[in-house]
């Protein structure tokens, strides 16, 4: 299996624009986390999926984000209009609760740099 | 809601030694796992151990081994003979279990661990 995809690796965009980031989970799992990594925050649960459904989304930061998972194989974390402090590295990690020890796999993140 | 505390921002130690990265966790859940990822230079976040809070058995993972201890709410990482491909952050995560699911990790803010030639 190719592991968690994600895309793109890197995105540049201007404060105002949309950004949208996309995760492929590993085939057969059924949850699908995303995390941000800021060096003030640390690493932070922003939502995550159960069967495609989202079950908490109480750490995405303000109405401007918002995560889709519109079938087991695809999902999107959007971010509009786009701030400076949202530059961060964003994960997608999935797993198969139950099934592997609830080890979660991340994906290599997207670097997102707002200027 | 849980919190994970990691105290030691940033270690050093030689090669082939031993080392210890502290983890202390604060939560009122019975059930959880606990881990430890490693994050080399490459941003990519590397499973290194788990423990399930229900096993009072350390768990071990070759060099990798941790010091369970349920009651003081303690999770600390021992590495045995360092090598040089270990210089990574290193984070423990706590998550919580629910009926037959799970929630998604808290992190601790993560040790920076340099093993010098």
């Known amino acids: 299996d190719a592991g968690v995809i994600q895309s793109p690796r890197h995105e540049v965009t201007e404060m105002g624009q949309e950004v949208t980031l996309r995760c492929k989970p590993i085939?057969?799992?059924?949850?699908l986390f995303w995390y941000r990594q800021t060096m003030m925050r640390g690493l932070e649960l922003l939502i995550y999926f159960n069967n495609n459904v989202p079950i908490d989304d109480s750490g995405m930061p303000e109405d401007r984000f918002s995560a889709k998972m519109p079938n087991a194989s695809f999902s999107t974390l959007k971010i509009q209009p786009s701030e400076p402090r949202d530059s961060a590295v964003y994960f997608c990690?999935?797993?198969?609760?139950?099934?592997?020890?609830?080890?979660?796999?991340f994906g290599p993140g997207t670097r997102l740099t707002v200027t | 809601a849980q919190t994970v505390t990691q105290s030691q921002p940033e270690m050093s130690v030689q090669e082939a030694e031993t080392v210890t990265l502290s983890c202390t966790y604060d939560t009122s859940e019975s059930n959880y796992y606990l881990f430890w990822y490693k994050q080399p230079p490459s941003r990519q976040m590397i499973l290194v151990i788990r423990q399930e809070a229900y096993k009072q058995q350390n768990a071990t993972e070759n060099r990798f081994s941790v010091n369970f201890q349920k009651a003081a709410k303690s999770f600390s990482l021992k590495i045995s003979d360092s090598q040089l491909g270990d210089t990574a952050m290193y984070f423990c995560?706590?998550?919580?279990?629910?009926?037959?699911?799970?929630?998604?990790?808290?992190f601790g803010k993560g040790t920076h661990l340099i093993i010098q030639p």
């Open positions: 990690a999935s797993s198969q609760i139950g099934f592997s020890s609830y080890e979660q796999y």
């Open positions: 085939s057969g799992h059924d949850y």
């Open positions: 995560a706590f998550m919580k279990l629910r009926g037959g699911g799970a929630d998604g990790l808290t």
